[in-house]
C-alpha cells in the first residue's frame, strides 16, 4: 500500500480558506493511479470532493465546484486541496485518498476541517 499523511486541517470561519496537503511515499502517478480527497461526517458515508488522474482530469462533487481545487506537485509528492469560501457545512474529516492497479486502494488518516458561522 501507499502511505498518505494529510496536513492543513484545522478551524476556519466561514468564507475563508484553507490548505490540505496530502504527502504521498511512492511515486504518485503509476500508470492509471488517481488521487482524490474524500470526506466524513459523524453518522454520514465517506463521500467525494475531487479527485485527480495521471492525465490530469479532474473530478469535484457538485458542493466543491467552484470553490476547491486539487492539485499536484511531483516534485514534492503531495496532493493538495485547496479551498476556499468555506462554509458550516465543509466541517468534516477530510481523508487523501489514492487509486492504482498495482497498489490497491490506499487512506491517509484523516484531517479535522471546522467551519464555524
Known amino acids: 500500500q501507499v502511505q498518505l499523511v494529510e496536513s492543513g486541517g484545522g478551524l476556519a470561519q466561514s468564507g475563508e480558506s484553507l490548505r490540505l496537503s496530502c504527502s504521498v511515499s511512492s511515486v504518485i502517478f503509476r500508470s492509471g493511479a488517481i488521487l482524490g480527497w474524500f470526506r466524513q461526517t459523524p453518522g454520514l458515508q465517506r463521500e467525494l470532493v475531487a479527485q485527480?488522474?495521471?492525465?490530469?482530469?479532474?473530478n469535484y462533487a457538485d458542493s466543491a465546484k467552484g470553490r476547491f481545487t486539487i492539485s499536484i506537485d511531483n516534485a514534492e509528492n503531495t496532493v493538495s486541496l485547496q479551498m476556499t469560501s468555506l462554509k458550516p457545512e465543509d466541517t468534516a474529516v477530510y481523508y487523501c485518498?489514492?487509486?492504482?492497479?498495482?497498489?490497491?486502494?490506499?487512506w491517509g488518516q484523516g484531517t479535522q476541517v471546522i467551519v464555524s458561522s
Open positions: 485518498n489514492h487509486i492504482s492497479e498495482a497498489t490497491g486502494i490506499s
Open positions: 485527480i488522474s495521471s492525465g490530469g482530469r479532474t
